[in-house]
């Protein structure tokens, strides 16, 4: 199965900061013949379930708000939201759809400072 | 607007079937694909499995020997059975819609989910 693995578990990050959470692969998630990437991003505000924000590690999901973006190739990938809003207070997690299993990462939950 | 409601019992028995139904409203299930993840209490999710809109199936390895996903058109419901439930299966599940892109495998949008717990 593929190892997904985020950085770091949890973030404090004050609002109108820059919050960046890191996703990496045990092995590549890049697919050769067209270039893609087989990743998602997933935000889960508790007692809600998971959504997506981001699919092909930078394609933002429709009505996501451009904060939100996606980077990465290979075995690291990037979700970065770019100003803190207080309603971006959730766990973030990652998902690999190169091969099945997919598999999740842990988590990254992020508070404010 | 598509939306996903889980449902079944809440308490399931060692070594019983677990089982869920997740209905599909807002949309029809025909020509879509579907899947199961489930989170155990305080942990990450895992995905279970997903049924295509042709009706094949793909299932985690660590739960294929138990598992059988499928689909209801008549009703617009996706079906989850579980057998030879332990402790470890405890979990909320959810029901969601895979993308129906060839070869691609995220997940939107998902059920509420259905907290599952097994015990005696």
């Known amino acids: 199965d593929i190892v997904m693995t985020q950085s770091p578990d949890s973030l404090a990050v004050s609002l109108g900061e820059r919050a960046t959470i890191n996703c990496k692969s045990s092995?590549?998630?890049?697919?050769?013949?067209?270039?893609?990437?087989?990743l998602a991003w997933y935000q889960q505000k508790p007692g809600q379930p998971p959504k997506l924000l981001v699919y092909w590690a930078s394609t933002r999901e429709s009505g996501v708000p451009d904060r939100f973006s996606g980077s990465g190739s290979g075995t690291d990938f990037t979700l970065t939201i770019s100003s803190l809003q207080a309603e971006d207070v959730a766990v973030y997690c990652c998902q690999q759809y190169y091969t099945t299993p997919y598999t999740f990462g842990q988590g990254t939950k992020l508070e404010i400072k | 607007q598509v939306q996903l409601r889980e449902s079944g019992p809440g308490l399931v028995k060692p070594s019983e079937t677990l089982s869920l139904t997740c209905t599909v409203s807002?949309?029809?299930?025909?020509?879509?694909?579907w899947g199961w993840i489930r989170q155990s209490p305080g942990k990450g999710l895992e995905w279970i499995g997903y049924v295509l809109y042709g009706g094949s199936t793909n299932y985690n390895p660590s739960l294929r020997s138990r598992l059988a996903i499928s689909v209801d058109t008549s009703k617009n419901q996706l079906s989850l059975q579980l057998n030879s439930v332990t402790a470890a299966d405890t979990a909320v599940y959810y029901c969601a819609r895979r993308s129906l892109i060839s070869n691609s495998g995220w997940f939107d949008p998902w059920g509420q989910g259905t907290l599952v717990t097994v015990s005696s």
């Open positions: 092995q590549s998630l890049l697919y050769s013949s067209n270039n893609k990437n087989y």
């Open positions: 807002g949309g029809s299930i025909s020509g879509y694909h």
